[in-house]
């Protein structure tokens, strides 16, 4: 009785006949057969595998991002959050999403300081990435403000970044800037005009903004006048400083010298301390100085007396810091030039150069040139008709290397006239007076060299107002009255002295007399021709001032007044400008 095979049941046809077969025939089966089976199961195998389906498409979802300057934007796509740091121009979403997915992407956290938005955040996914979504940010903005102290007077007005002028009025306690500022900008309040007879200062008023209202600004104002020392005159002290009489020494100390008084009641060179503690460096004997001094690259001090000397017709001298004084030369009106009203200048070429009110070859006054070892010499006699008469102020040299001062007469109309001098001696008019309303007469303070190449001065009389006034005059000889003085209580009368540049970018003057009591003013004047009385004299703080304004170190304003004060021979004082 014959068995029929097994059925294997893991013994597929048609593999499973091949091997029933070969197992059947014990042999009957050759490597043919089980090749063409296998081969067989394989082609069956694939094609059941080609006929499955593909596995689904997915798609990103990403968004560009602008001005995103600070951290802690955070964005919301659907339920989940994604965290963009500071500075990124792009950031991925999501990274797998299906075609007909359902996005929305909205703003969970903004950023520190920022504002931002979403612009084509909600859509459906097709069959392609989504790259169109734009965020985009912007600063927010914040007020600038703070504390006011001590506004006794009305006009104080306040900028920021050199713009947003805002007016405050008397007894203002706060300020708020009138414009907002963005968050990650600088802001930086300043004073563009203080009250008269106030300087403000400010205290915190730079930075950068932050994400917060700046309310920690402080402005403090107090009188811009302080009366450090008032001259006793007699024997002991110093008298009437006059003309040029102020200078600030390498030591910080200032220096100085007066008409009378001293030891002879014939002047003196006095020390101040910037705390207003005077002593007498030196007492004249027969021979005042009508000038101040220079301190030169050697240290020493250098000075006119308008007479004494040889001569009595002055003398050129040097004075040590330690009070050492010695004539170095003493002036002749017969044999070369008549005394000097004014101080000296150290030229570039180390030799000292200043005029002669008086003398020279026609009597008109000179301009003269003497040299550290005392050799001196005529550079340039006035005629006294059209090239001018009667120099009473120092010449300056200018950036041109050249010479120019000013003559208080003479001209073709005699009233004064703006000269130019080569270190040759060759004199050149640059420009005459002619008084009246419409120009100034008789110069008789120095002239500034602007930062803008111009020449600016001032005349004593003329002008509208018959006062005086402030002139600028161009290197080419153009002039134009910047200011005419009106006198009165508003305005200052009679300038004797020049100008002087700010630490803070605007021109400051004294006037001999005008303002509120009549005893003289300090001035302000702008870039652009504005002035401003910033103090009047009232006696008892100095009065009549004839010399120059001069810069300390500290950026404040030093002079002198030729009256006035305690015991009415003249003061010493500081103007704050900070």
């Known amino acids: 009785m014959s068995r ?55 798609y990103s979802l990403s968004a560009s991002i602008s001005n995103l300057s600070s951290s802690g934007l955070v964005l919301s796509v659907d339920s989940a959050s994604v965290i963009v740091p500071a500075g990124a121009s792009s950031q991925t979403l999501a990274g797998s999403l299906a075609t007909g997915t359902a996005y929305t992407v909205t703003i969970q956290s903004q950023p520190t300081g920022q504002i931002c938005a979403v612009t084509g955040g909600s859509g459906t996914i097709a069959s392609s990435d ?24 009305g006009g104080l007005v306040l900028l920021d970044n050199g713009g ?29 005009t203080a009250p008269t007879g106030l300087v403000c200062r400010v205290s915190n008023g730079a930075g950068t903004m932050d994400a917060a209202n700046v309310t920690g600004i402080t402005i403090a104002c107090g009188p811009n006048f302080t009366l450090l020392y008032s001259f006793a005159g007699g024997g002991s002290d110093g008298a009437n400083p006059h003309q040029y009489s102020l200078l600030q020494g390498r030591d910080g100390n200032f220096y100085g010298a007066t008409l009378y008084g001293g030891a002879s009641n014939d002047g003196t060179v006095f020390e101040i301390t910037p705390a207003g503690t005077e002593t007498i460096l030196y007492s004249f004997t027969g021979h005042p100085s009508f000038a101040g001094m220079i301190q030169a690259t050697d240290g020493n001090f250098y000075g ?10 002055g003398a050129f001298f040097r004075l040590t810091p330690s009070g050492i004084e010695s004539d170095l030369y003493s002036f002749s009106e017969t044999v070369s030039f008549g005394g000097p009203y004014s101080g000296v200048v150290e030229g570039s070429d180390g030799n000292f150069y200043g005029t002669t009110y008086l003398g020279g070859s026609s009597g008109h006054g000179s301009v003269f040139k003497i040299t550290s070892a005392g050799v001196g010499s005529t550079l340039y006699s006035f005629a006294g008709g059209s090239d001018g008469s009667e120099p009473a102020d120092v010449p ?9 001062g000013t003559t208080q007469i003479g001209g073709a109309a005699g009233d004064g006239v703006v000269f130019k001098l080569t270190p040759g001696g060759t004199e050149m008019v640059l420009y005459a007076f002619t008084g009246g309303t419409g120009d100034g007469a008789n110069p008789y303070g120095s002239l500034l060299e602007g930062s803008d190449g111009n020449f600016y001065g001032t005349t004593q009389n003329g002008g509208a107002g018959g006062g005086g006034t402030i002139y600028k005059i161009t290197p080419g000889g153009v002039e134009s009255v910047v200011h005419a003085f009106a006198g009165g209580s508003d305005d200052g009368s009679d300038p004797y002295a020049g100008l002087i540049l700010g630490s803070d970018g605007n021109f400051y003057g004294m006037t001999y007399t005008g ?64």
């Open 4 to 58: 029929s095979a097994p059925q294997l049941p893991w013994i597929r046809r048609p593999v499973g006949v091949a091997l029933l077969c070969c197992l059947a025939a014990l042999g009957g089966c050759n490597n043919g057969s089980i090749y063409n089976a296998f081969s067989a199961f394989a082609n069956t195998s694939t094609s059941a595998s080609a006929n499955a389906p593909a596995p689904a498409q997915t």
């Open 130 to 153: 989504v790259t169109d979504v734009v965020v985009s940010c912007v600063n927010e903005t914040y007020s600038v403000g703070g504390s006011i102290s001590g506004l006794t007077g």
């Open 164 to 192: 947003d002028a805002l007016t405050l009025a008397a007894n203002a306690t706060q300020f708020t800037m009138n414009t907002a500022v963005a968050y990650g900008s600088a802001y930086a309040v300043t004073v563009q």
């Open 304 to 313: 006119t007396t308008a007479n004494g000397g040889t001569h009595t017709e």
């Open 396 to 404: 300056i040299q200018a950036s041109d290397v050249n010479f120019y």
């Open 515 to 578: 303002g509120a009591h009549g005893d003289g003013t300090v001035f302000q004047l702008t870039p652009g021709g504005v002035e401003t009385v910033v103090h009047s004299f009232s006696g008892s703080d100095g009065a009549n001032p004839k010399a120059n304004l001069i810069l300390g170190s500290d950026g404040n304003l030093y002079g002198t007044t030729f009256a006035g004060g305690t015991d009415n021979y003249g003061t010493f004082f500081e103007i704050a400008l900070h």
